[in-house]
C-alpha cells in the first residue's frame, strides 16, 4: 500500500491519483488506449494515514496550496499543469474525477516546508500572540499556523516569530486575555451568548494587517496616498460631509461623529461609492443592530443601487438574502462621454461650489444669529416697556453702527473716572460725533437704555443686509443649478462604472452554503456587505480582511463585538456621536472576571467603541464632525446645539410652519408618579402626564390638522410606555427613548413621569442622563413637546432643567417674564463685555486704575476657567452690567437706592444661566485703597448690597488683598448647582 502518482508516456504526460492495486487496475482498464510504460511514483503531498482510510487529503504539512490568496489546500485532491505554461488543474475533493482551470496568476503552490520549533517559546504574529498554537510550519515567505481547534492560519513570515513567555502578557495580550474572560458570562435574554462566545473564540488568531492590531498596540495610523482623481458626490455634498469623505479615505483609522440629522447616511453612501465603484475596494458596512445597517441598504435601493450590497449577518438575514439574489438592473447607464471627461468636469464644479457651500453655512450661522437678536430684543423691549423712549432727540451729529455704539457705551463707561474724564470727552467727540455731555449727565440711564436697544435695530439690519447679498450671490452664480449638475455627473460616472462592471455578468448563483467557498467570485458581484458587528466573522472565509470596514452607530456598539468587526478589516472609519445613548452592557459580570483591570481606554463597562477609539488616539486620530443640519427646526436643534454642541451644529432646515417650535406643559400640582413593584408589569409610571397628553396636546395638534400618525411619544420608563399604549391612539407611535434613537417624528412629545416624591428624587439622574435628552430632543422634526412635573425639575442644573429653562427663555413663559429679575441681554454684554477688556488693557498703564484692572482681569480668567468645567458649563457672565439690567422693578427702592441705580451703578461681574439668561451671582471685585480711603465708596457698596438684600440675589465680594479667590466662587457655584 502507498500512495501514488502514474505517468503515461504516450504523446503527452496524463497524471491520475491513485493508491493501491486495485484503483491502479481500474485506472488502467479506463486508459487501455493510452500505449505506452507507466511508472509509478510515490506523491510527495498525501498522508499515509488518510490513504489508509480511504481518502485522499493532501497534507496540509507539506503542502500549501492558495487560490485567490485564499488557503484552499484541505479541500484539494490533486493538482496538475495544463497544456498552457499559464494554466492549472485543480480537483477538488467533492468532485475528484472532474478538474477546474484556473489561471496560473491566482494560484499559489508551496512546496519543501520547514517547521518552526516553538517547544518553549511562544507564537508572536505582528506583536500580539496567538493562543492555542500547536505548532508552526514556514513555506518560503508564508507560514501556516495549526491551532488545537483543528483550524489554520495562512500569515507572512515576517510577521510571525517565536517570542519568549514575557513577551506573551504584553498590553494588548492583557486586553485580549480581559475580553475573552468577560465574552464568557454575556447573555442574550438572559441566556449565555453562545453565538459571541463562538465568534471571539476565533479570536485566537488575529490577522497582523487588520485594523484591530494597531488599534491593541496603539500603532501609528497609516496614512493611505491620495490620488488626483476628483471624488463623486452621487448622493449630494455639504462642507463637513466632504471633509469626512476625504479624511476617511486618506487614514487607516478615521472617525466621523454625526449629531443627530447631520446626514450621517448620506455620507456612508458617498463613501461607499467613492470606495467600492471608483477605488474598486471591499466593504462592510456594520453596527450593533440591523436598523442601522437596514437604513443603508433601504437608501441604496431606493436609489436603485441595493444590488451591489448583500444583507449577511445572521441566517435568518442570509438565507433570505440568497432566496432572492438581486439581477443587475444597470441597462441604460452606459454614458456616451469619456470618463476622463466627466471627472474633469465633476472637478471644475468642486471648485466653483467650494466657496458657495461655505457661504450656504454661513446664511444658515446669519439666521441663526438674526433668531437669537430678536428673541433677545423681545426680552430687551418687554422689561423696558415702561421707559418713554421714543420721544428721546438724536445725541450723535452722525451715523452709528451696532459696533460703534458697543464701542460708546464702552468708552462712555470710563468717563465716570476723573483722571480721564476730560480726556474721554474728547474722544467721545471726536470718535462718535457725540456732543450731547448735559442731557447724558442729566438722563444717563434713559440714554444707555436708548442706544441698547438702538444696537439691536441696528445689529438685525446689519445680520439681514449680510444675508441678503449672501443669497443674492448664491441666486447670481445659480447655486442650486451648480449643485444639481454635480450630483448629476457623479451619478452619470457612477452608474457608468456600474454598468461597466455588471454588463456582462450573470445572476449570482451561490448559495448560503457555498458562497464562502467562491468567495472572490461573491465579492465581486457584491462588493458591499452588510452586518451586525456581532455576526461579521460568521459571514467571510477565515483570515479575510475587508478593504474598509464602516462601523455605524459606534456609540452602541460594545469593544467585544467591535473587536470582532476590527478583526476583519484593514481600515476602518467609525461614525458615531458620543452625545447620543451608549451600549447597555450588563456590570453584574464585573465581579465574575478573574483578569486584572486594563487601561481605562478599553474597559469593556465603560467605554463603547467609538469613546474607546478616542481615549486610545485622542487628537491623533481623524476626526470630522458633520456639522450642517437638516432634521429640526433651529428652535429645537438650538437646545442640543448649545448643551451638548459648543454651537457648532448649522441649522438648514426651512422654517414653513409659524407654531412655536418648542412647547413646555407642566402637570397640575401633585405627586401623580407610581411605582409599580408586583405582578407581570413593573416600573414607574405617570397617568396625569399621559392624560395631558390626550387631553390637551393631541386634541390641540388635531385643531391644527396635524395627522396622529406625524406624532411620537417618548418615555424613559418602559412602564409608561406600557400605560400610554392602553390609552393613547394607536396611530400615535410609542415608545422608549432609547428605543427611538435613529428615528425621528414631525411632532414630539417627551413625558418625564417623575415628582417630587423621594422616590422622584432618587429617579432624576436617569431621567437627566445628557445622551438620553439629546436623543428625545433631536427626533422632533417641527415641534418638540416636554410633559412633565410643575416643579421638580425647575431647580435642577442638570439636562431636563436646562431644558426647562431654555423653554421658558425661548417662549417668554410667565416663570421669565414675571421674575423680579431680568435675563441678561446676553449678546448685548457678550460685545460689551468684550470692548471693555479691549480698553481695559489699553488702561493698565494708569497707576490710579492698573490695580483693580489686574484684580479684575485675574477674576476673569479665574471664571473662565472655572466654567470650562463639566459641573459648571450651566452657566456663563458677562462684565460691567447695568443694575438696571438686572433688577425688573425699582419701586422696592430707597429714593437713594434708584438714584444710586440710575447714576452709573454696575456690577463687575454677573453669572447667569445659559439657557434662561437668568442672573444667579454678582461679584465685585474691591480694591483696598479705592475702598477703604474713599467713605463715598463705601457709601455706594453699601447700597448696593442693601439692594441685592431686597431682592435676594447674591453677592460676592472679592477683596484685592484676599486670598483664595477661587475657591470662594467654586463654593457659590456649588451652592447654586445644588439648589
Not at 46 to 64: A, C, I, Y
Not at 218 to 226: H, N, T, Y
Amino acid at each position: 500500500m502507498g500512495f501514488l502518482r502514474v505517468r503515461c508516456r504516450h504523446g503527452r504526460d496524463a497524471t491520475a491519483l491513485v493508491y493501491g492495486e486495485k484503483e491502479k487496475n481500474r485506472w488502467r482498464e479506463r486508459n487501455q488506449d493510452n500505449k505506452g510504460e507507466y511508472s509509478w511514483i510515490q506523491h510527495p503531498v498525501f498522508s499515509l494515514e488518510s490513504m489508509e482510510k480511504g481518502t485522499k487529503v493532501m497534507d496540509e504539512r507539506k503542502v500549501l496550496i492558495l487560490i485567490d490568496q485564499i488557503d484552499k489546500t484541505k479541500e484539494i485532491a490533486d493538482y496538475s499543469f495544463g497544456e498552457k505554461e499559464d494554466v492549472i488543474h485543480i480537483y477538488f475533493m467533492r468532485r475528484r474525477d472532474q478538474f477546474y482551470r484556473y489561471k496560473k496568476n491566482r494560484v499559489v503552490i508551496k512546496t519543501s516546508p520547514r517547521p518552526l520549533t516553538i517547544t518553549h517559546g511562544v507564537v508572536l504574529c505582528g506583536g500580539l500572540p496567538l493562543r492555542n498554537v500547536q505548532e508552526v510550519v514556514q513555506f518560503e515567505d508564508l507560514c501556516k499556523v495549526f491551532f488545537d481547534n483543528q483550524q489554520t492560519g495562512i500569515y507572512k513570515s515576517s510577521a510571525i516569530r517565536v517570542g519568549t513567555a514575557e513577551e506573551a502578557h504584553n498590553q494588548a495580550a492583557q486586553v485580549l486575555d480581559y475580553w475573552h474572560d468577560n465574552v464568557q458570562y454575556t447573555t442574550t435574554e438572559g441566556k449565555p451568548d453562545l453565538f459571541l462566545q463562538k465568534q471571539f473564540s476565533r479570536l485566537h488568531r488575529i490577522h497582523p494587517d487588520s485594523v484591530l492590531v494597531t488599534y491593541l498596540r496603539r500603532a501609528p495610523i497609516a496614512k493611505a496616498e491620495r490620488n488626483a482623481i476628483a471624488d463623486i458626490y452621487p448622493f449630494r455634498i455639504n462642507v463637513s460631509q466632504k471633509e469626512a469623505l476625504e479624511q476617511a479615505l486618506a487614514s487607516q483609522i478615521s472617525i466621523i461623529e454625526g449629531p443627530p440629522g447631520t446626514g450621517k447616511t448620506q455620507t456612508i453612501l458617498n463613501i461607499l461609492a467613492n470606495l467600492v465603484v471608483m477605488k474598486k475596494k471591499s466593504v462592510a458596512v456594520v453596527s450593533g443592530n440591523n436598523a442601522a445597517v437596514q437604513n443603508v441598504k433601504d437608501k441604496l435601493q431606493k436609489h436603485g443601487y441595493g444590488f451591489i450590497a448583500a444583507t449577511l449577518g445572521n441566517k435568518d438575514n442570509r438565507e433570505a438574502f440568497f432566496q432572492s439574489l438581486p439581477e443587475y438592473p444597470v441597462a441604460g447607464w452606459q454614458s456616451n462621454r469619456q470618463e476622463d471627461e466627466i471627472l474633469d468636469q465633476i472637478l471644475k464644479l468642486s471648485e466653483q461650489l467650494k466657496e458657495l457651500l461655505t457661504l450656504v453655512n454661513r446664511k444658515a450661522k446669519l439666521e441663526q444669529e438674526i433668531e437669537a437678536y430678536r428673541l433677545e430684543q423681545k426680552h430687551f423691549l418687554f422689561h423696558h416697556e415702561k421707559h418713554n423712549l421714543e420721544e428721546m432727540g438724536r445725541i450723535f451729529y452722525r451715523r452709528q453702527t451696532a459696533d460703534t455704539i458697543i464701542a460708546f457705551l464702552a468708552d462712555e463707561y470710563f468717563t465716570g473716572d476723573r483722571s480721564f474724564r476730560f480726556l474721554q470727552k474728547a474722544k467721545l467727540l471726536f470718535k462718535y460725533g457725540f456732543v450731547h455731555f448735559q442731557k447724558w449727565k442729566e438722563n444717563r440711564l434713559e440714554w444707555i437704555t436708548r442706544l441698547q436697544m438702538k444696537y439691536y435695530e441696528l445689529k438685525l439690519e446689519e445680520l439681514e443686509k449680510e444675508r441678503s447679498g449672501i443669497q443674492q450671490k448664491l441666486e447670481t452664480q445659480s447655486f442650486d443649478e451648480l449643485l444639481r449638475q454635480h450630483e448629476a455627473y457623479s451619478t452619470t460616472l457612477f452608474r457608468h462604472k456600474l454598468y461597466e462592471k455588471y454588463k456582462a455578468k450573470r445572476k449570482y448563483s451561490g448559495t448560503a452554503k457555498s458562497y464562502q467557498g467562491d468567495w472572490k467570485e461573491f465579492i465581486e458581484h457584491f462588493p458591499i456587505v452588510l452586518s451586525t458587528t456581532h455576526a461579521l466573522r460568521s459571514c467571510i472565509p477565515d483570515d479575510y480582511l475587508f478593504d474598509y470596514v464602516m462601523i455605524d452607530e459606534a456609540s452602541q456598539v460594545d469593544l467585544l463585538t467591535g473587536a470582532l468587526a476590527m478583526s476583519c478589516a484593514k481600515n476602518v472609519i467609525i461614525v458615531g456621536d458620543t452625545k447620543q445613548l451608549p451600549q447597555i452592557v450588563d456590570k453584574d459580570i464585573k465581579a465574575k472576571l478573574k483578569t486584572e483591570a486594563v487601561d481605562e481606554a478599553y474597559d469593556y463597562f465603560n467605554q463603547s467603541l467609538l469613546s474607546s477609539m478616542l481615549a486610545v488616539y485622542g487628537e491623533k486620530v481623524p476626526k470630522t464632525m458633520l456639522k450642517e443640519h437638516y432634521r429640526c427646526r433651529r428652535g429645537i436643534i438650538g437646545f442640543c446645539n448649545q448643551q451638548y454642541y459648543n454651537n457648532e451644529l448649522i441649522p438648514l432646515k426651512v422654517e414653513e410652519t409659524a407654531e412655536p417650535p418648542i412647547r413646555l406643559h407642566y402637570t397640575a400640582a401633585g405627586n401623580h408618579m407610581r411605582k409599580v413593584t408586583r405582578g407581570a408589569q413593573t416600573g414607574t409610571c405617570n397617568q396625569r402626564e399621559i392624560e395631558t397628553v390626550k387631553e390637551e396636546i393631541l386634541k390641540e395638534l388635531q385643531l391644527q390638522n396635524i395627522p396622529l400618525e406625524d406624532i411620537g411619544f417618548a418615555t424613559p420608563y418602559r412602564l409608561q410606555v406600557e400605560e400610554a399604549n392602553g390609552i393613547l391612539a394607536e396611530q400615535v407611535e410609542i415608545d422608549t427613548v432609547h428605543r427611538y434613537q435613529g428615528r425621528e417624528k414631525r411632532i414630539m412629545i417627551l413625558s418625564t413621569v417623575l415628582d417630587q416624591t423621594r422616590a422622584g428624587q432618587m429617579g432624576k439622574r436617569f431621567v437627566e442622563d445628557s445622551c438620553l435628552v439629546n436623543v428625545a430632543v433631536s427626533r422632533a422634526q417641527e415641534q418638540f413637546i416636554l410633559v412633565t412635573d410643575h416643579a421638580l425639575f425647575r431647580k435642577s442644573r442638570k439636562d431636563i432643567g436646562n431644558l426647562i429653562r431654555y423653554i421658558e427663555y425661548s417662549t417668554l413663559h410667565e416663570n421669565i417674564t414675571q421674575s423680579q429679575l431680568i435675563s441678561v441681554f446676553d449678546l448685548l454684554y457678550s460685545e460689551y463685555s468684550e470692548r471693555l477688556r479691549d480698553l481695559q488693557s489699553r488702561l493698565l498703564f494708569n497707576t490710579k486704575l492698573k490695580s483693580r484692572f489686574q484684580s479684575e482681569k485675574i477674576i476673569e480668567l479665574v471664571l473662565s476657567d472655572l466654567l470650562k468645567e463639566d459641573a459648571y458649563k450651566c452657566f456663563t457672565f458677562c462684565t460691567h452690567v447695568h443694575l438696571k439690567d438686572i433688577f425688573k422693578d425699582t419701586e422696592p427702592l430707597s429714593d437713594a437706592e434708584q438714584k444710586y441705580v440710575k447714576n452709573r451703578a454696575s456690577f463687575d461681574f454677573v453669572i447667569y444661566d445659559v439657557m434662561n439668561k437668568q442672573p444667579l451671582l454678582a461679584i465685585e471685585v474691591d480694591g483696598f485703597a479705592f475702598h477703604r480711603n474713599h467713605p463715598q465708596q463705601q457709601e455706594r457698596d453699601e447700597l448696593k448690597n442693601n439692594i441685592c438684600r431686597k431682592y435676594q440675589f447674591p453677592l460676592l465680594r472679592l477683596p484685592t488683598t484676599g486670598s483664595g479667590e477661587e475657591a470662594k466662587i467654586r463654593n457659590e457655584l456649588d451652592r447654586l448647582i445644588s439648589g
